[in-house]
């Protein structure tokens, strides 16, 4: 019988939708997580193990390496609001480093050695050039991408100590459901754009707030690169089976062009049909006007690019489990 796979944070968004996807391929999937921001109800538990705790505890990992044997971990439980990292950094270096540490020792014990990151292009900081390819200089600009950063550093210094061998996929933004609505974003407080114009859509939130109208870019609003989540997971599959004992890889994840706010606002009315309110708010310090990923590398080396690219795609996938679980994970599906 073939090794299972660990999967760190797999109940929570892109965790979700990748195990979904390597049970489809018939994989043997054990799930990790403490659920503060996962979703049971986002698992198949009739095919996955799910084991509850947290990465700092060494004898639960001890226990679970020892009982399962993983041939690679898949490492998403990180906390990821970027706000949140500035005002609590010791919450986020413990989450996003310490646990990890703990987990990497495990790994090293019990001889696991392929370990596939899910990264961010938040370790690159504010951009010096357009588009961000993985050569970019690294200078994280808030807690969050500093504590990915940390990890991709104690990463590759595990391989040069011990063999371990590593991916990290640096993400731009994840965005998009499953395109048949099983699973979905589900997060509280929601703060991704998407969402939240879909919120406004339901009308959970009275309007969306622009925040900065007079950005050097073609409608004022400032541009981001939207990666379909079930792209993510194709890159992240590929990885898996790519890497070797003698290879590493960084990669980024994006569709390699971007949308203004603006753009994804008038998407999501083309595609539900209904009309929001919108507020212009002030610019917010810090936000680049244009933040889009040059995915050359990916392709070349992997083989990987995007598929799903057209914005209204993306929408109309988030559009169909937003529509069935207005309450998210604790709704009743509406048909």
Known sequence: MPSPLLVTGGAGFIGSHTVQHLLELGEKIIVLGNLVYGHRDALDHDRVTLIEGGLNDADLLDRVFAEHQPEAV????????????????????RNNV???????????????????FSSTCATYGNPVTMPMD???????????????LMLERILADC???????????????????????RIGEDHDPETHLIPRILMAIRGDIDAITVFGTDYPTPDGTCIRDYIHVEDLIDAHVLCMNALAPSKKFVFNLGIGKGYSVREIIAATERVTGKKIK???????????????????RTKRDLGW???????????????????????GYASHIVD
């Not at 993985?134 to 990915?148: D, F, L, M, R």
């Open 134 to 148: 993985e050569s970019h200089p690294q200078n994280p600009v808030n807690p969050y991408g500093a504590s990915k």
């Open 159 to 181: 391989d040069t100590a011990f063999g371990l061998k590593s991916v990290f996929l640096r993400y731009f933004n994840a965005s998009g459901c499953d395109p048949e609505g």
């Open 74 to 93: 898949l490492h998403f439980a990180a906390f990821c609001y970027v706000g949140e990292s500035v005002e609590q950094p010791l919450k986020y270096y």
């Open 305 to 327: 690019s995007a598929k799903i690219t057209r914005i209204d795609e993306i929408v109309d996938s988030a559009w169909k489990w937003f529509s069935r679980h207005p309450d």
């Open 278 to 296: 919108v507020i212009e708010g002030l610019l917010r310090h810090g936000d680049p006007p244009r933040l889009f990923a040059d995915p050359g």
């Open 98 to 116: 310490a646990g990890p540490l703990t987990l990497l020792e495990a790994m090293a014990r019990h001889s696991c050695s392929r370990f596939i």
